[in-house]
């Protein structure tokens, strides 16, 4: 399955209903349609609707549409008519004209201050109401769905390039491990005979042999502290964080939460090795691990 991002958008308009000349004026008087969606990141599902008077009793059908396909995100839909007077009309009729004027010649009788209508409130009320119209039912559902349709080839883009640079991390990760897995052995041995240097150096200083089981005493102090500073079992765990991340992305569907679980763990892995480390080299390749999975923690954050 493909990986989707919460991230995307996608927009439809209704075309004119085509055919016989007398359809398409009848079509452009009543009004085109226009849905936009767009979807941001989000821990659920949240869904937004933003709708004329004359589309609110269809928020049901558009909220089943969306949760059909659609798992997790911040969605917000958009619908709006477009009038009929900006699709274009023909000339306003005689009779239309007078009535118009007596309605204004009412409305000012009552209320003196009311601005006389104008050119563009003419047309637009000879190109009749949208509201009039009762049957957007059927081609809100069919542009809604083409948009929808729109909406998660768009997030199914946006999620192929994630999962590309979520692997180039991994790979990025695992070379680090790399690096540091050979330092391991070294190091624990590095820091157990230098322990056991100093210690010797300080009985020497004091004039005395030490006894046997100060010596004893000595050695398992030295190897509890090389026990402390072997990274061994976090660069283990951090192989296995990444092996499962890899699974997941090649799997893909809704991985984004178990992905964010994951990030957690290698960040805490990543933290440990950071506080034993004892070198320099070590503290750097924790360092750049960081770095890595902090930008990695970033993008699972748009994964669906």
Do not use: C
């Amino acid at each position: 399955m493909p990986v989707y991002s919460m991230t995307g958008y996608a927009s439809g308009q209704s075309g004119p209903a085509g055919g016989h000349p007398e359809a398409e004026t009848k079509a452009a008087a009543a009004g085109r349609l226009g849905v936009e969606i767009r979807s941001v990141n989000s821990r659920f599902l949240d869904l937004t609707f933003k709708l004329p008077e004359e589309l609110r009793q269809h928020e049901p059908m558009l909220r089943e549409l969306l949760t059909a396909q659609l798992k997790r995100g911040k969605v917000e839909l958009r619908a709006a008519i477009e009038s009929g007077a900006a699709a274009g009309i023909g000339d306003p009729s005689s009779r239309l004209l007078q009535r118009l004027n007596g309605l204004q010649d009412n409305v000012r009788a009552w209320l003196p201050g009311a601005r006389e209508l104008s050119v563009a409130d003419v047309l637009r009320l000879a190109a009749g109401d949208t509201s009039a119209r009762s049957d957007w039912g059927q081609e809100l559902s069919d542009l809604a769905a083409k948009t929808l349709k729109g909406l998660v080839t768009a997030r199914e883009r946006e999620g192929a390039r994630l999962a590309k640079m979520l692997q180039d991390h991994l790979a990025q990760l695992r070379a680090l491990v790399a690096q540091a897995l050979p330092l391991v052995p070294l190091l624990v041995e590095q820091q157990r005979s230098r322990f056991l240097e100093r210690w010797q150096d300080a009985m020497g200083a004091s004039g005395g042999t030490p006894p046997e089981s100060a010596q004893d005493r000595a050695l398992t102090e030295a190897t509890a502290f090389a026990i402390r500073i072997d990274v061994a079992e976090e660069l283990t765990r951090l192989g296995s964080h990444l092996d499962e991340i890899e699974r997941l992305v090649k799997k893909g569907g809704e991985i984004g939460k178990r992905l964010d679980f994951l990030i957690q763990e290698l960040h805490r892995e990543a933290n440990t090795l950071g506080s034993k480390s004892a070198t320099l080299e070590l503290t750097r390749i924790g360092v750049d691990m960081k770095v890595l999975i902090e930008q990695m923690r970033e993008q699972v954050q748009n994964i669906e």
